[in-house]
């Protein structure tokens, strides 16, 4: 498949656990935030989002945290399955020299040990 | 079934001979937008699109043209490929940007070689 990062952050957990991938934004005016999951050999795909003015929100085993005192974002996956491993990135909405502009992170690959 | 399509997924092809990737969404969306990626530096927008007509700059559009002649079709094209335009591309289309939630659909992405 596409190797769409050579020295991404891993994290590996065994399946059924639960695995919580970080992120550091960098602008503090950033108002909204996504998280995305790209399987090998396929485009990113979005899973989750959040607004500035929450810290808090649920999907389906999905939960993303946002804590804006220290600009850092979480993605909790919960009970992993084998279909989980992909790589995870955040991105942040910002203001960009007068236009709003995504901002991506790198990203950290998710393996599930069976 | 909502989809972003890019033709062709792979190519490889010879310095300066001119490209073109086409991106077509089935979705009515306003805004598209162009990215490579490249290990190390994740997703860096090319080109954007607000509507038809209206094209932008996006972070790295050296190397790169674009045109919005239709609202499904946003074509990439490198009129002079050079070796470090070798990386994986992709389309994306969505609602606009400033909305407050925003879902952006990427497409399954072209891998080029430049040699």
């Known amino acids: 498949g596409e190797s769409v990062g050579l020295h991404l952050p891993t994290l590996s957990v065994q399946e059924g656990d639960n695995s919580i991938i970080n992120c550091a934004y960098s602008?503090?005016?950033?108002?909204?935030f996504i998280w995305y999951k790209q399987e090998s050999g396929k485009g990113p795909q979005f899973i989750i989002d959040?607004?500035?003015?929450?810290d808090k929100r649920q999907g389906q085993r999905v939960t993303v945290l946002l804590n804006k005192t220290v600009k850092h974002l979480s993605l909790q996956i919960a009970a992993t399955q084998p279909g989980d491993s992909a790589v995870y990135f955040c991105?942040?909405?910002?203001?960009?020299?007068?236009?709003?502009?995504?901002?991506f992170g790198q990203g950290t690959r998710l393996t599930i040990n069976p | 079934e909502a989809q972003v399509t890019q033709n062709p997924r792979y190519l490889i092809t010879v310095t300066g001979k001119k490209l073109t990737v086409t991106c077509s969404q089935n979705?009515?969306?306003?805004?598209m937008s162009w990215y490579r990626q490249d290990p190390g530096l994740g997703l860096r927008q090319i080109y954007y699109?607000?509507?038809?007509?209206?094209?932008d700059k996006g972070d790295v559009p050296e190397g790169y043209k674009v045109s919005r002649k239709e609202k499904r079709n946003f074509p990439l094209i490198l009129e002079s490929p050079s070796p470090n335009q070798t990386s994986l591309y992709f389309c994306?289309?969505?609602?606009?940007?400033?909305?407050?939630?925003?879902?952006?659909?990427f497409g399954p992405g072209t891998r080029l070689t430049v040699t």
């Open positions: 699109s607000m509507n038809v007509e209206v094209t």
């Open positions: 991105a942040e909405r910002a203001l960009i020299q007068g236009a709003q502009k995504l901002v």
């Open positions: 979705m009515n969306h306003e805004y």
């Open positions: 602008n503090s005016a950033s108002d909204y």
């Open positions: 994306a289309s969505s609602s606009r940007l400033a909305e407050l939630s925003y879902e952006q659909y």
């Open positions: 959040i607004r500035s003015n929450m």
